[in-house]
């Protein structure tokens, strides 16, 4: 049978398809093929890339620990498996990185620097950038970004107030393959060290630690102090560099007279009469206000105040030139000087009801017969020092973080309402406290203690008043910029204040040089300032401090440079008891504590082997 042409047509395609669609199979053969294949190199890669970075690390710390033998002295050479199965090589760096020990004295300001030093390093780069490397005693990883983490510590120690420090240095260059030989180079000893300087010995005194790293590395070191010391700890990420700040603890830190410099040039001074809001016409005295809601007046009026109002100075205390104030005695209390007494003479001159101690004379104390306690010589008085630096830090502190976000405060200046503002408890960071003709600032401690940072200064003008409510404390550090004739002035009628005169409530601290004047000599004859509270301000080896009372009233107690009662109706101290078990600068506001550090440098060579 014959077939149409069209039918011809229809079975041409149908011949080809076999041979296309085996094409197709073998494409699609191929091709899968070679995605399987650039697949499974990559992952063989990566693979390879991770074993590569973990054996690294596996050899860097391995590194780490022989290392450390040798460094310490329990070896004197070691040698160490580097391989990483690439290859990839060793860098060696004797100039990366540093670390600086140092520590400031807050008696004088003067900072020593114990060492700085650059730490080296042993490095190793992986194929996608990352570094592993040995420095300071520790292993550390890195991506290239400035992200950085530990892989094992570094030779730094920090427990119970003790530093210990036996910084790793590298102190050669080089590249290195897969063996490395590690020798001991050199051991420093730099502290505890009296041949090297005289002073470093402990445990220390009033100082502040500062431990300085400069490396690739910082973040993750600044992350090890965080995590293994109780310190204050300071990035500066434009240098490569952080901080560790650790302070020993203070002593001589509780107000145990009614006035007091502990310092050899302090001085205490009478001009004049004295003033008081109540009682007897008395310069010093005492009361106690704990366990009590009794103030000083209802006290003094029940006949429960006592004669503890002592004077403290370690240079001359001259109460010649004060006035007798009738029966009872004008002074009540004990007075010590590490330099001489001036007592004067005649129905004028105070009362003293205590003792006179003195180390360089006591002058017109044997004709006097208003001296009712016994003259004793000593040989000086006990030191207390500056607290420069604990101002500084809280200060600065307080600025980086607050609370005055949620309080009454604007640009650092507090906000008034109809001549009053209130804060509560929390840490507040401002320029000044000024509080104008009868405006009242109110802190309220009824939910917890109060902080309070000031840069400048702090102002009361004339009928002004800053109260304290609730149960807890206020402390407030004043740093004294700005070029204020005082860090602290209370202008007639003005008012730091609380309920039952508690003096142990309110603390101010200030540095070596603080300033502070009660009253201005105004408001006629009653026009006195009342101050319930502590100032906290030791002059330390060379402050020039002062606290001046001109019509002006101190319930609580005073330690500073120099002391003055002012020409006048100037003013009275009355110590408050409560004063003598209240450690007035707690250890927590001393920040950090560290008593003794054992430092030394260790350097190591290390060579190809």
């Not at 700890?233 to 830190?253: C, M, R």
């Not at 209370?490 to 309920?499: I, L, P, W």
Request: aromatic fraction near 6%.
């Amino acid at each position: 049978m014959l077939l149409c042409s069209g039918q011809g047509d229809q079975r041409q395609p149908r011949a080809q398809s076999g041979p296309l669609g085996f094409l197709l199979v073998f494409a699609l053969v191929i091709a899968a093929t070679t995605l399987i294949v650039a697949l499974g190199a990559g992952a063989i890669g990566g693979t390879q890339e991770t074993l590569d970075e973990e054996r690294a690390e596996k050899a860097m710390t391995q590194f780490d620990s022989q290392a450390a033998l040798v460094a310490l002295g329990n070896s004197q050479v070691q040698r160490v498996d580097l391989s990483s199965g690439r290859a990839n090589s060793y860098q060696v760096e004797d100039d990366a990185g540093r670390m600086t020990l140092s520590y400031t004295n807050q008696t004088n300001g003067n900072e020593t620097t114990i060492f700085s030093k650059p730490m080296g390093r042993i490095r190793y780069q992986t194929d996608n950038g990352d570094n592993i490397a040995y420095q300071g005693g520790g292993v550390w990883r890195s991506d290239g970004n400035g992200n950085a983490v530990m892989v094992s510590p570094p030779e730094f120690h920090y427990r119970d107030a003790t530093l210990t420090l036996p910084l790793v240095t590298v102190g050669s260059s080089g590249t290195i393959g897969d063996r490395a030989v590690i020798s001991n180079a050199k051991t420093t000893r730099y502290f505890p060290n009296g041949t090297r300087n005289s002073a470093y010995r402990n445990p220390l005194e009033n100082a502040r630690v500062e431990v300085s790293v400069t490396s690739d590395y910082y973040r993750a070191w600044g992350e090890y102090f965080e995590t293994r010391t109780d310190g204050q700890v300071e990035f500066n990420h434009s240098a490569n560099k952080v901080t560790l700040a650790l302070v020993t603890p203070l002593e001589n830190t509780k107000i145990t007279s009614a006035t007091a410099s502990l310092s050899a040039s302090g001085t205490f001074e009478i001009n004049g009469a004295a003033g008081n809001l109540c009682g007897a016409n008395v310069y010093t005295n005492s009361y106690n206000s704990t366990g009590t809601d009794k103030g000083y007046c209802t006290q003094e009026s029940d006949g429960d105040t006592t004669g503890d109002g002592d004077i403290v100075y370690g240079g001359d205390v001259d109460i010649s030139g004060g006035a007798g104030g009738g029966s009872g005695g004008d002074l009540r209390g004990d007075v010590t000087s590490g330099g001489k007494v001036y007592v004067g003479n005649g129905n004028g001159s105070p009362d003293i009801d205590g003792n006179i101690s003195h180390t360089d004379g006591c002058n017109k104390c044997e004709e006097n017969d208003k001296i009712t306690g016994e003259l004793n010589q000593i040989s000086g008085i006990d030191k207390a020092p500056s607290i420069n630096g604990i101002v500084q830090t809280q200060v600065n502190e307080s600025e980086k973080s607050n609370d005055n976000a949620g309080a009454p405060i604007t640009d650092d200046t507090l906000n008034y309402t109809a001549g009053s503002v209130e804060l509560s408890a929390g840490r507040y960071y401002l320029e000044d406290i000024t509080v104008a003709n009868e405006d009242t600032v109110t802190l309220n401690t009824t939910e917890g203690n109060i902080f309070i940072g000031v840069r400048e200064n702090v102002e009361l003008a004339e009928n002004a008043t800053i109260e304290v409510v609730g149960d807890g404390t206020v402390s407030v550090y004043v740093l004294g910029d700005g070029g204020h004739a005082s860090q602290l002035s209370m202008a007639a009628y003005s008012e730091v204040t609380n309920a039952g005169d508690d003096a142990p409530q309110f603390r101010m601290f200030g540095q070596d040089d603080f300033t502070a004047r009660i009253g201005d000599g105004g408001g006629g004859t009653n026009g006195l300032a009342k101050y319930v509270g502590v100032i906290y301000a030791p002059p330390g080896t060379s402050g020039t401090g002062t606290v001046t009372l001109e019509k002006g009233t101190i319930y609580g107690g005073v330690l500073t440079g120099t002391t003055t009662i002012a020409n006048g109706n100037g003013g009275s101290i009355h110590y408050d008891m409560a004063l003598r078990t209240t450690r007035v600068l707690t250890q927590s506001e001393s920040i950090i504590r560290v008593t003794y550090i054992h430092a030394s440098t260790n350097e190591i060579q290390v060579e190809d082997g």
